[in-house]
């Protein structure tokens, strides 16, 4: 499994290297960690308003009370909502998030601190491959090697997890059939010479 494993962690290091912009990275970093793994990822999209693009990322890790380490950010302008303030400009904010980073208890919670901002979110499961084959740019037969790299580990760690927790020690060794034989019992000890002697001269 450690082996599949690293294969699948050097073909992701090959697709990282084809990509220049370093969020874009960032968020395929995650995504290809999350392929590793085996498991799926989260996206939760909101509408914020910010000066910046950097600064809606960060209102919106700031709200979900998350650390900005734990998921990557994707920001666009939005078409539908425009402030008429001219510091701040209305983003549509998606936040991906992995579930071997931020598990169900931890995206509930987020959820929770979002609402109690006042910010309307909505949170999707999606498979993490398919978000990276959906990046612009993105090499696709590098995405192609490094998924089937992915797939390997992840079977082979999933085996390798059901041996260890189907593992039961060897059965003690049979009893032997036949008793264990004793040893036959110390004969008496013979009577000391010089009472043979009296018992003869008596004679």
């Known amino acids: 499994a450690e082996a599949k494993t690293a294969e699948a962690e050097v073909s992701r290091d090959a697709l ?11 968020r395929a970093k995650l995504l290809a960690d999350a392929a590793i793994a085996g498991v799926k990822v989260n996206k939760v999209a909101m509408a914020l308003t910010a000066e910046t693009e950097d600064a809606a990322c960060a209102h919106a890790f700031s709200k979900m009370q998350l650390d900005a380490s734990f998921g990557a950010c994707d920001v666009v302008v939005s078409t539908s909502r425009r402030r008429r303030l001219v510091a701040d400009t209305a983003y549509d904010v998606t936040v991906l998030m992995s579930l071997k980073t931020v598990n169900a208890t931890a995206l509930a919670a987020a959820l929770e601190n979002l609402a109690a901002e006042g ?47 189907t593992w039961l020690p060897p059965p003690p060794p049979p009893p032997s059939p036949f008793p264990p034989i004793s040893p036959p019992p110390t004969p008496p000890p013979s009577p000391p010479p010089s009472l043979i002697r009296a018992d003869e001269d008596s004679r």
């Open 119 to 165: 910010v309307t979110a909505t949170s999707t499961e999606t498979d993490p491959t398919d978000e990276l084959r959906a990046i612009p740019g993105i090499d696709a037969s590098s995405v192609d090697n490094f998924a089937a790299d992915a797939a390997d580990a992840v079977t082979a760690t999933s085996a390798a997890i059901v041996a260890e927790t």
């Open 16 to 26: 990282l290297a084809g990509i220049g912009d370093e969020k874009t990275k960032a």
